[in-house]
């Protein structure tokens, strides 16, 4: 007839955690302007713009991977036990 409970509040719990992350990385947007380093972020060397009349495309592959080596190391601080 449902779902048990205990499943139900382990996807609240998702939910919660996963908006607090969305939140906190829609701060660091709002804010990277003002922060020193992050304020070159998808304008370093290797990322990749082509302009073609009214067409922009823009590839962040050295942003990219800058981001995953950060949020590697620090997730790696964090889930150490």
């Known amino acids: 007839m449902g779902a048990p409970m205990s499943d ?4 609240g719990r998702f939910l919660v955690v ?3 992350v ?3 990385i829609g701060v ?3 804010f990277a302007p ?3 380093g992050l304020d070159r972020l998808g304008r ?3 990322d990749i713009v082509i302009e ?3 067409l922009t495309v823009f590839i962040p592959f050295v942003s990219s991977i800058a981001i995953s080596v950060l949020l590697m190391i620090v997730l790696n ?3 150490r036990r």
């Open 44 to 46: 370093l060397p290797g």
């Open 52 to 54: 073609r009349g009214p």
């Open 18 to 20: 996963a908006g607090i």
């Open 28 to 30: 660091v947007i709002m």
């Open 8 to 11: 139900l509040s382990g996807m």
């Open 77 to 79: 601080l964090f889930m």
């Open 34 to 36: 003002r922060i020193p």
């Open 22 to 24: 969305l939140a906190f």
